[in-house]
């Protein structure tokens, strides 16, 4: 089974902090994702890559930024957290043109 | 645009019933469809691809009817462990696929004992 990883479960971090989530996943897949969550508002694309070092602006890309450095390792960084970016983010992965794989969320609280 | 739309819900149905929901999609480009399951709290996770010729997987069936662009889900015999939000998933495959990918937003379904 493909597993993507992501680094925490649960995180609460302070206004203005610089904010990395880690995403690894172990099958060679090509493209990576960021979404985040939001109850009314269903799954929003931040980024993705399709490629080391290659990377796409989704839907909602202000505010975040992007590493991808190695094949496996999709990096998501918030720059400078604010309130309004406390949500569930959910990193994915697959091969080109099939079905996602998700890791099981970092639930982020943002005080 | 690329859309899908789903009913939210919720669809409260009392335990052995059949319920099926439906999920349009706005591109008729659309090239490949799938039912994602997600649990409260939890990661979605695929449930099943959607093919043109409708699937089945034991108690799920999945159809697609590219002619009014939607597709649906059919569970029989529903039981407790069904109770979830269901996403139905489309893809474009536009460039190099990596964007292709276009969730709705969920239909959330409650089995009753």
């Known amino acids: 089974d493909v597993k993507v990883t992501q680094s925490s479960r649960y995180l609460v971090k302070r206004t203005g902090e610089k904010v990395f989530l880690e995403c690894v996943q172990d099958m060679d897949h090509e493209n990576m994702f960021w979404y985040r969550q939001d109850p009314g508002l269903g799954l929003r694309l931040i980024y993705f890559?399709?490629?080391?070092?290659?990377?796409e602006k989704g839907d909602i890309p202000e505010g975040y930024s992007v590493s991808r450095e190695k094949k496996e390792r999709f990096s998501l960084i918030l720059e400078s957290a604010s309130t309004n970016q406390t949500s569930m983010y959910l990193c994915?992965?697959?091969?080109?043109?099939?079905?996602?794989?998700f890791g099981s969320g970092t639930r982020l609280t943002v005080v | 645009r690329k859309e899908v739309e789903q009913d939210p819900g919720p669809f409260n149905v009392p335990e052995g019933a059949t319920v099926a929901f439906n999920c349009t999609y706005s591109n008729s480009a659309s090239q490949s469809f799938f039912w994602y399951r997600q649990d409260c709290r939890k990661e979605p996770k695929l449930l099943m691809s959607v093919y043109s010729s409708g699937n089945e997987d034991g108690r799920f069936t999945a159809q697609l009817n590219r002619a009014s662009q939607y597709i649906s889900l059919l569970i029989r015999d529903s039981k407790l462990s069904d109770s979830a939000t269901y996403l139905c998933v489309v893809f474009w495959g536009s460039g190099g696929g990596a964007d292709g990918l276009t969730f709705g937003k969920g239909t959330h379904l409650i089995i009753q004992p």
């Open positions: 890559s399709y490629d080391v070092k290659m990377k």
């Open positions: 994915a992965s697959s091969p080109m043109g099939y079905g996602y794989t």
